[in-house]
């Protein structure tokens, strides 16, 4: 079997291998025996997800490798990242993902949230304790913010649990969801403040020195038309999905050990404080 490195940031290796027969599939295996649990939530996520808007690849195979590390196979996509299309594709295009993503995250069932105040209150208490020593004001308006909202709207439902840019792969203008994850709380509205992550603040660009003036457009359109199309279900209560955003923003926060990643994350919880300000 030959196999090449498909890269990953997060730490799992992620191989295509290519049998004799040139059938080609891709492997995920995890990146420690203490993740084996999330990557195999990661592959029943995967496996369940069911939509009439997006795909996914179809799970092949499971396992464990010799090293004790649990492992999936599942179909190859040929395709490119949405974050790396966004940068050619037409603005008619755009407004098509954008509309599949918005019906996929509304059309998910809801289930029983009455929990979820209390879910998300003992979360940001977590963020408070582990943000304590950190001496910055945004932050520390940030997690009043939080603490303060009443976070009752949460309806908990299905959702992809890490939707990023990076995590969907376009091919022949089909929409594959890929790397779900198993998240603090399922809502659909968290999923919209992840996208929002990347079409709001740019989160998949910030390594760039400069981001070209049409990818950016091309970002405010993906904003504008997602907004629009989750407008009549949530109606006054639009500005919910920028504190999934802010709270997505300040959790990454602890994980930072770079200035420039601070500057970015303080630039954009400002700017996003601000939205929810207004
Ligand atoms: N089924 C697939 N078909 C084609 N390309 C894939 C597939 N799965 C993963 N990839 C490629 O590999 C990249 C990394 O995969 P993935 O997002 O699952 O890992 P990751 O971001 O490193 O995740 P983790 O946080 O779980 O370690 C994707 O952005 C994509 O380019
Ligand atoms: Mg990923």
Same mark, same amino acid.
């Given at each position: 079997?030959?196999?090449?490195?498909?890269?990953?940031?997060? +730490?799992?290796?992620?191989?295509?291998?290519?049998?004799?027969?040139?059938?080609?599939?891709?492997?995920?295996?995890?990146?420690?025996?203490? #993740?084996?649990?999330?990557?195999?939530?990661?592959?029943?996520?995967?496996? /369940?997800?069911?939509?009439? #808007?997006?795909?996914?690849?179809?799970?092949?195979?499971?396992?464990?490798?010799?090293?004790?590390? $649990?492992?999936?196979?599942?179909?190859?996509?040929? +395709?490119?990242?949405?974050?790396?299309?966004?940068?050619?594709?037409?603005?008619? /295009?755009?407004?098509?993902?954008?509309?599949?993503?918005?019906?996929?995250?509304?059309?998910?069932?809801?289930?029983?949230?009455?929990?979820?105040?209390?879910?998300?209150?003992?979360?940001?208490?977590?963020?408070?304790?582990?943000?304590?020593? @950190?001496?910055?004001?945004?932050?520390? %308006?940030?997690?009043?913010?939080?603490?303060?909202?009443?976070?009752?709207?949460?309806?908990? %439902?299905?959702?992809?649990?890490?939707?990023?840019?990076?995590?969907?792969? @376009?091919?022949?203008?089909?929409?594959?969801?890929?790397?779900?994850?198993?998240?603090? #709380?399922?809502?659909?509205?968290?999923?919209?403040?992840?996208?929002?992550?990347?079409?709001?603040?740019?989160?998949?660009?910030?390594?760039?020195?400069? @981001?070209?003036?049409?990818?950016?457009?091309?970002?405010?359109? $993906?904003?504008?038309?997602?907004?629009?199309?989750?407008?009549?279900?949530? +109606?006054?209560?639009?500005?919910?999905?920028?504190?999934?955003?802010?709270? /997505?923003?300040?959790?990454?926060?602890?994980?930072?050990?770079?200035?420039? %990643?601070?500057?970015?994350?303080?630039?954009?919880?400002?700017?996003?404080?601000?939205?929810?300000?207004?």
């Amino acid at each position: 079997m030959h196999v090449r490195d498909l890269g990953g940031h997060s +730490g799992c290796k992620i191989v295509l291998c290519e049998l004799p027969d040139e059938n080609v599939f891709v492997r995920k295996i995890s990146s420690s025996i203490d #993740y084996n649990k999330r990557l195999e939530i990661q592959a029943e996520k995967q496996k /369940k997800f069911k939509s009439e #808007y997006i795909k996914t690849p179809e799970i092949l195979n499971s396992g464990m490798t010799d090293d004790s590390l $649990f492992y999936f196979d599942m179909e190859y996509i040929r +395709g490119i990242t949405l974050a790396e299309y966004m940068n050619t594709i037409e603005i008619g /295009k755009v407004r098509e993902f954008a509309e599949l993503i918005a019906n996929n995250a509304i059309s998910t069932e809801t289930k029983n949230s009455s929990d979820s105040v209390k879910i998300f209150s003992n979360k940001i208490q977590s963020l408070k304790n582990t943000l304590a020593s @950190v001496n910055n004001d945004i932050i520390k %308006t940030a997690l009043e913010v939080l603490d303060k909202h009443n976070w009752s709207m949460f309806a908990k %439902t299905a959702c992809h649990g890490d939707l990023t840019l990076e995590n969907i792969i @376009v091919k022949n203008d089909q929409l594959y969801f890929i790397d779900f994850l198993d998240s603090f #709380y399922d809502s659909w509205l968290m999923d919209i403040g992840a996208i929002l992550q990347d079409i709001q603040t740019m989160w998949a660009y910030r390594f760039q020195d400069e @981001v070209n003036i049409n990818t950016i457009i091309r970002l405010i359109v $993906f904003r504008d038309i997602l907004m629009d199309k989750i407008k009549p279900v949530l +109606g006054t209560s639009l500005n919910e999905v920028y504190y999934a955003l802010l709270l /997505k923003l300040v959790r990454i926060y602890p994980y930072t050990n770079d200035e420039k %990643t601070r500057l970015f994350l303080n630039n954009k919880i400002l700017s996003v404080l601000s939205i929810i300000a207004h």
